[in-house]
């Protein structure tokens, strides 16, 4: 069996699977798990170029993904009447004025020389910095605040279309990327991954906290869906052209518009893959791919042929970035809601881990078929140990302790079972289900 | 008097929370270091590996209470720790054996080793959720406050009072003996000695004759009693919940690095540098100032740099700053 038929046998496994579950239990369950799959599949890509490419250890996929899940709120959403013009100025004034202490006490450090002057004058410049931006930034921030809290509370966005929203959660996520990469790459591996880890909670604080920016923990709904090619199930319920599409195909006429609003996703979600995966394949085959491959194998080596290790690495860790940025815009833009509450690295970084190695890191359509896979088990291993708990307990009495724990606990199979998948995968078949060439 | 006042409303606030925040966190920081000492590799299932040590305590504990079993007014979870310890020593016993000496024997770089504890973190959280859930739960018991405010404030007659709970001193007293024995260990004891040798020179111990496993079976043991320990004493401290572990992961991290990876000494000052800047970052600073600023100067905000849900933010930059400038933390690590 060649490679080639090998590959294409377990894309087509991993399509029976999620067909399987199409006519089991729903289409809309299937096509669901099919837009979550392009979505981590893009998150995979974007973790493989790190880690597979150029063996970048980044825990911090999940901050990645929630800045561009802001973007969307940043760029779609219509802007709050007058927040503007209450405090809206001010707050952007205030982070340009943090910024620009951080910029000053960064040039003091690289221009003034060392010693306990340049301690001294850091620290003040630090300190007056924050008092000036937190007298410029708290009244301003309150005031946007206050303006209708139940319903937005918050600066709004630049009502654009949804999917200029997309590369602008790409570049919201670069931005993130090369801050922190210019801090911790360099370094050893380990403090790439706690720095990572770091800011990725952060994030998640900032988009919780900063109730101007995207209302916090109180959510935002109602973000406008890609039109034309994602409608609106009402809308298309009363389309007398889509209700005679949907009795030609013998479906109810809900059903028909739920289906057809997911496919509309699937489709766009498709080309974003595409595009990407085939940029991923041809940046892989460059000289460009190789030479990242050649610092990943051997840096010193590398390093002696005249490579820049660290702004190499800085390049590929930022491009990875802007990658899961991109998919955290595209799943926002799926639920049409940001909440920031729902964002655990558990799900969304370990897990996108999880997929790479399963796949295979290294090689993108590895990464793609592992994202497939892993999603598929994340969602059915739950009703699968459901399954399960109630046949081990089916001898156990009615009523007992025992039994309603198991079954109760059985959701927490999940995390279990992508943990041994991890290992198991990891001792026994390292290099993952399609190998790196 | 005012003086006096400020001084107590600090130590009430600031003092004796991050005293006691400050033990848990180098408890944790000391696990990490000697994991990296020792196995040379950063262990992200460690919040995990206290959550695992605090649940046995936490069932072991009702199970005592429901036996009718009480430690007076101490509570009852330290009678429950030597169990939690064994559980916790056999669980990571089990996953060295199982899991990391494949890696080790392989001489796996040590990122591949940082990716298995990730595996083994989801393990580990899998099964303690499994087992008690993923809520919180209470088992603190025994007398809650060695002195309360109101009392404090009647003997003293300052408007101000001291409250010190139980948990906080019994984390201080159970964390100093913890380290002293792990020092006295580490310095005194023919194993301790063999351990350091082999965390400064690997080959050299080798030569000499040191058995690897051994000394990595011993770091394991004393990791898992420090995990559980240090789990407990947070639990008991604020409230047992399997998420919040995980969470504990990024302070400890940056404990363990601002004091130099792989330097026990180092990772006690780090926890308590980590601790200190938290809560004074966090803590609204206006009681304390209205004592101490004359009249009509009194601040009008809250004088808090940052909201408390912002206590991460400052472990990350502390240890931002430190790997900018002092990579090797404060104290020298063998990390390069």
């Known amino acids: 069996m060649t490679e ?18 199409g006519f089991t239990q729903s289409w809309n369950a299937a096509i669901l798990i099919l837009n979550m799959g392009l979505i981590s599949a893009i998150m995979a890509i974007g973790v493989n170029l790190q880690w597979g490419f150029a063996g970048l250890f980044n825990v911090g996929v999940m901050g990645f993904v929630a800045l561009g899940g802001l973007a969307v709120v940043l760029v779609s959403t219509p802007p709050t009447d007058g927040a503007w013009s209450a405090g809206g ?3 952007v004034l205030a982070l340009l004025l943090g910024a620009a202490t951080v910029v000053a006490a960064v040039l003091v450090v690289q221009k003034m020389p060392r010693g306990r002057v340049q301690t001294l004058v850091i620290i003040a410049i630090l300190i007056a910095g924050f008092f000036i931006y937190r007298a410029v930034f708290d009244p301003n921030a309150a005031a946007v605040e206050a303006i209708d809290p139940a319903v937005a509370g918050n600066l709004g966005g630049l009502n654009l279309p949804v999917l200029l929203a997309w590369p602008a959660g790409g570049l919201l996520a670069a931005g993130a990327a090369w801050l922190i990469g210019k801090t911790a790459l360099g370094l050893r591996s380990d403090y790439l991954a706690i720095a990572t880890l770091g800011i990725a909670e952060i994030i998640i604080a900032v988009m919780k906290n900063e109730d101007w920016l995207a209302r916090g923990v109180k959510n935002v709904y109602g973000i406008p869906r890609p039109a034309p090619v994602v409608g609106y199930e009402v809308e298309l319920q009363n389309d007398p052209s889509f209700i005679a599409r949907a009795d030609w195909l013998g479906l109810d006429l809900v059903t028909a518009s739920t289906l057809s609003v997911k496919l509309g996703y699937s489709l766009l979600f498709l080309i974003v893959l595409l595009v990407l995966l085939w940029m991923a ?26 490579k820049d290790v660290t702004r190499r690495h800085l390049q590929i860790f930022v491009l990875g970035s802007a990658v899961c940025g991109i998919a955290g815009a ?65 001898g156990m009495p009615d009523g007992s302790a025992l039994k309603a724990h198991l079954i109760e606990s059985a959701a927490h199979m999940r995390l279990f079972t992508m943990g041994l998948i991890l290992l198991i995968v990891l001792r026994f078949s390292p290099r993952g289900l399609i190998p790196e060439k | 008097m005012d003086f006096l006042n400020a001084l107590v409303a600090l130590s009430n606030f600031v003092l004796v929370p991050a005293i006691a925040y400050g033990s848990q966190l180098a408890l944790g920081a000391l696990g990490v270091t000697l994991i990296y000492g020792i196995l040379r590799f950063s262990n992200f299932a460690h919040g995990d590996t206290m959550a695992f040590g605090a649940m046995i305590a936490v069932l072991v504990t009702w199970g005592l209470q429901a036996a009718g079993v009480s430690f007076g007014p101490l509570p009852t979870a330290l009678l429950a720790l030597p169990f939690a310890i064994l ?9 060295d054996r199982m899991v990391y000496r494949f890696y080790r024997e392989q001489k ?45 404030k009647e003997w003293t007659g300052l408007s101000e009072g001291l409250a010190i709970r139980t948990s906080q001193v019994i984390t201080v007293v159970v964390a100093v003996a913890a380290v002293a024995a792990l020092f006295w260990f580490l310095n005194k004891t023919r194993t301790g000695k063999s351990m350091r040798a082999y965390s400064d020179n690997e080959d050299l111990a080798l030569l000499s004759g040191i058995n690897p496993e051994r000394v990595v079976m011993i770091t394991w043991i004393l990791v898992a009693a420090l995990a559980t320990t240090a789990g407990v004493l947070y639990g008991l401290d604020k409230s047992f919940k399997p998420f919040v572990y995980f969470q504990l992961l990024l302070p400890i991290f940056a404990s363990a690095i601002v004091g130099g990876l792989g330097n026990p000494l180092g990772a006690i000052a780090g926890g308590f540098i980590i601790a200190f800047s938290e809560v004074t970052i966090t803590y609204a600073w206006k009681k304390v100032l209205t004592y101490l600023a004359p009249e009509n100067l009194e601040p009008s905000g809250l004088v808090q740099f940052l909201s408390t849900d912002y206590k991460f933010a400052v472990s990350f930059v502390i240890l931002l700053i430190v790997l900018l400038f002092k990579p090797t933390g404060l104290f020298k690590g063998n990390a390069v």
């Open chain 2, 87 to 95: 559980g916790c020593i056999v669980l990571v016993l089990v996953t």
């Open chain 1, 330 to 394: 595209m799943m926002t833009t799926l639920d049409g809601q940001l909440t920031p509450g729902a964002y655990q690295p558990l799900r969304f970084t370990f897990l996108v881990w999880v997929m790479v190695i399963v796949g295979g890191s290294g090689n993108n359509f590895g990464s793609v078929l592992g994202a497939f896979l892993i999603w598929f088990l994340w969602v059915q291993v739950e009703p699968i140990g459901q399954w399960l708990m109630n046949l081990i307990t089916v």
């Open chain 1, 89 to 91: 100025y001010g707050i």
């Open chain 2, 108 to 152: 796996a770089k040590p990122v591949i080793l940082v990716i298995v504890s990730m595996g083994v973190m989801f393990i580990m959280n899998g099964l303690v959720r499994f087992i008690i859930g993923p809520d919180d739960q209470r088992f603190s018991d025994g007398a809650r406050f060695l002195i309360r405010a109101r009392d404090f």
């Open chain 1, 281 to 306: 394949q041809m940046a892989l085959r460059s000289p460009w791919g190789r030479m990242m491959r050649a610092i990943r194998d051997n840096e010193v080596a590398a390093e002696a042929m005249g």
């Open chain 1, 4 to 21: 080639t038929v090998k590959n294409t046998l377990l894309f087509v496994v991993v399509g029976c699977l999620i067909l399987l579950s």
